[in-house]
């Protein structure tokens, strides 16, 4: 029975953290909520970082989760810019970083997110060597492309990744010249497979975007500080005047591990093992948000899951769990991308290998189509591409299973509602 004595505490200010604590007061939790950030920024959205607000499109005050008032009128112990370094299981105690203090929790939700992967060659210690991660780095890279943009300059970013892709958009939307170096054939290989690469690559290209695929970079060369070039493991060397990492992120499981929890090497990488529940080992402990990693009964395996929406629907998912109610985490993982003048919404999981084949409905020409992902005849994911009003009835026929025709699949005029209802 969870009572008014008790404190929750939740380490990690990102949107699974801070939609923990909104639900926690929502659902009648009138214990002591404490939300510890390792950022001085309240927390905060990160979609609009690489969409509307790095294009100058959004006000800063639209990415935060809450207004900054909103804490305090309920009652949210928030601590800003402060880390935790230690568990102690045995004690139910966590340790700030900074001053050593402790904290005792009955219930401990990890929602530490993930961190950008680095790049490990020479010459990332140079002042225009970036990330995209946290609002600063937005901050930074608005007035370093507003800068290329008016001298025609030249930004290099490794990885076409969706943050690759979505900053070269912004880029040339102010102006920047833009190569893209990514080691894979085509972009967003990781997240869609080959098929759908080409599309996109083609969709930059026409807005000017260089592409050189199958390479790595080697080298960033500089003089006095500032960027001059990229080199490339095939000898080439790039003009640049800035380089942005975007090679991925790499789940914050330190603390996790540290703290003897179970850890695993999942579809995407390693995560912190829970339940559906999102229970860790240890019963008193939680995780959601980027670093967990969850058994997901759709596609019979554990997943973890780095988008907005995983945030968004963990946090809340992993508080109700911490007061005792019956959950199961299951939903469709989902995620949205806009570059240029092309917008889309992805829902499912379908990794290279794990699919027969791609099934297209529309004109991918001229970029107004779904594709699904599809195995044995049953959708593993689909991906609308400016079409839209769509994602229920694929998230639909997804949680079915059904096996459908894909002749019928790829016809425009057959209601994807009925392909649902037919194979049942």
């Not at 950022?39 to 989760?65: I, N, T």
């Not at 869609?192 to 996109?200: A, N, R």
Request: charge should be negative; include cysteine.
């Amino acid at each position: 029975m969870v009572d008014a004595d008790q404190t929750f505490v939740i380490v990690g200010g990102g949107l699974a953290g801070a939609k923990a604590a909104e639900t926690l007061r929502a659902e009648g939790f009138s214990g002591r909520v404490i939300l510890i950030c390792d950022e001085r920024d309240h927390p905060y959205e990160r979609p609009p970082l690489s969409k509307g607000y790095l294009l100058g499109k959004e006000e800063r005050d639209s990415v935060f989760v809450h207004e900054p008032s909103w804490y305090a009128r309920n009652d949210i112990e928030l601590h800003l810019g402060q880390t935790v370094d230690a568990i102690d299981r045995e004690a139910k105690s966590v340790r700030f970083g900074e001053d050593g203090t402790v904290v005792h929790y009955d219930k401990l939700l990890l929602a530490t997110g993930a961190e950008p992967r680095r790049l490990d060659i020479p010459g990332t210690d140079l002042a225009g060597v970036h990330h995209l991660r946290r609002l600063a780095h937005t901050e930074r890279l608005k007035g370093v492309l507003t800068s290329l943009g008016r001298d025609n300059g030249h930004i290099v970013i490794a990885g076409a990744g969706w943050i690759g892709l979505e900053v070269a958009a912004a880029a040339r939307e102010y102006g920047a010249e833009v190569t893209v170096v990514e080691h894979h054939p085509t972009p967003l290989y990781g997240a869609l497979g080959p098929e759908l690469g080409g599309l996109f690559a083609e969709l930059h290209r026409d807005h000017g975007v260089r592409f050189h695929f199958g390479r790595r970079l080697t080298e960033i060369v500089g003089q006095d500080g500032m960027v001059l070039a990229a080199r490339t493991d095939d000898g080439e060397e790039h003009p640049a005047h800035d380089v942005l990492a975007a090679i991925g992120a790499a789940p914050r499981t330190g603390l996790a591990e540290a703290a003897g929890l179970e850890i695993a090497d999942g579809a995407h990488g390693r995560g912190v093992v829970v339940d559906e529940r999102l229970r860790t080992s240890d019963p008193d402990i939680y995780a959601a948000g980027d670093v967990a990693s969850f058994p997901h009964a759709l596609f019979d395996t554990r997943v973890r899951v780095e988008h907005w929406a995983n945030a968004l629907n963990g946090g809340p998912a992993a508080a109700r769990a911490m007061l005792g109610q019956d959950v199961t985490y299951d939903r469709v993982p989902y995620f949205f991308s806009d570059q240029y003048d092309l917008g889309m919404e992805y829902s499912g999981w379908a990794p290279p290998g794990t699919y027969d084949e791609v099934v297209i409905r529309g004109d991918a020409g001229k970029r107004e189509f779904i594709a699904f992902w599809v195995k044995d005849g049953r959708v593993l994911a689909g991906m609308n591409v400016n079409v839209w009003d769509v994602t229920e009835p694929i998230q639909q026929l997804i949680r079915s299973k059904a096996q459908v025709n894909t002749e019928a699949l790829a016809d425009p005029h057959v209601p994807l509602d009925s392909l649902r209802s037919e194979a049942s």
